[in-house]
């Protein structure tokens, strides 16, 4: 037994020291917290307090899983990379933050293939190829065979991806299908990444003997949908432009998410509307953020200048790379609709629509994507932790007070 450094985890006790955990890491990525000698310096430059980031990687050096589990630290961490070029030995204490917040991911999941995704690229490119093909051939026959009224032959199939006979048959008939389709992948993609919230507040606070009351929860809930839109920990970052670029991609990626959950009968027409019609002008902005936020992204990753993308792995180019392909096949379908290529728009749109669904079923509640949901929500929960131990403090009698009470009875 290991008398633990507390991470702020609730269960406070002695833990068991597992042996595994450390290897279990390296499948992750980078952890070289082996080499550090405490002396200080991170905590020093980090502006997260005193117990950053040291506390956190203690606690995995010394094979600690279910107090890790329990940790928030890692969500708190924004990732600035300070502690990496202050480390005198190269120990890289952001990167290390960054793999425990994969590790966490995994285990927040219920169904292992999130752990899965994080550790094998292959797994997860797979996965991901896979929906995004089921998504376009399932819509394909819906359509072949329900709106278009034909068979699975190979003429009826010539008909459907050669003939620009029905050129609206995607755009007007098939919207109320596509509708139900992608209501049905964003709901199966929200009620996952709801679940895995539950089973990370259960690790982090629901477990503790010590029940937090309903009160702090609803004292706290601004801080949730504060930190949710105006990402305001990230004001801290030396990179002074980080925040801004990281918000405007989150909030293209929000809008897009918005259209076509609930305004897809609006944008998937066959009408050709004025280039002065607000749902071109929307369109447009919408893209135009995808564009610049995942090009950013991408570029600073290639180029590794900037110390947050130093270190990239394969699965940190998938979101900006999934989203990028999301805006550029739907200028796809705009300009092809738009020059009279019906034939042509439809691939694009099925391409598209396969990329979307990925999108929602795969990367969100699966992939790396999902720090959107675990980051919020942990910066929510510490605050309720921290409002009830204050609270509990000052309702705390006062030393010596307890025995006096005892003694006056
Ligand atoms: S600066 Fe590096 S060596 Fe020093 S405590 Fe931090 S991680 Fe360890
Ligand atoms: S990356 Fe920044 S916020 Fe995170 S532990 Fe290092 S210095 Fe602190």
Redesign the pocket.
Known sequence: MTELPTTGAAPQTAARSDPRLLPEFHRYGRFD?GG????????LVCDQGERFP?RVLRCALLGLREPLSASLDPWLCHDCGT?SV????Q?D?QSSMQTLRRWLIGRYDWTGLAALFMRSKAAYLAALALVAALSVALVAVYHLLVIMGLSLSWEDLGEFFGASKRPGHVFSRGAPTMMYWVGGAAAAGALLVAGNAVHMWWLAVGRDPAPIGLRHYLAEARTCLVESITQQRMKKCPDKGRRTRHWLLAAAVCAKLVIIVFFLRWFQTSELYPITHPQRWVGYLVAALMLYGTLDVLVGRVRGKREIYRHSEAQDYVFPALVLLIALSGLAVHALRYAGLAHASHYAFMAHFGLGIALLVVELPFGRWSHAIYRPLAIYLQAVKERAAAQAAQGAPAPGEAGEAVSHG
Do not use: I, L
């Open positions: 917290a550090c000698y405490q002396c200080g310096t991170c905590t040291r502690c202050s480390c005198p030995r120990a204490p």
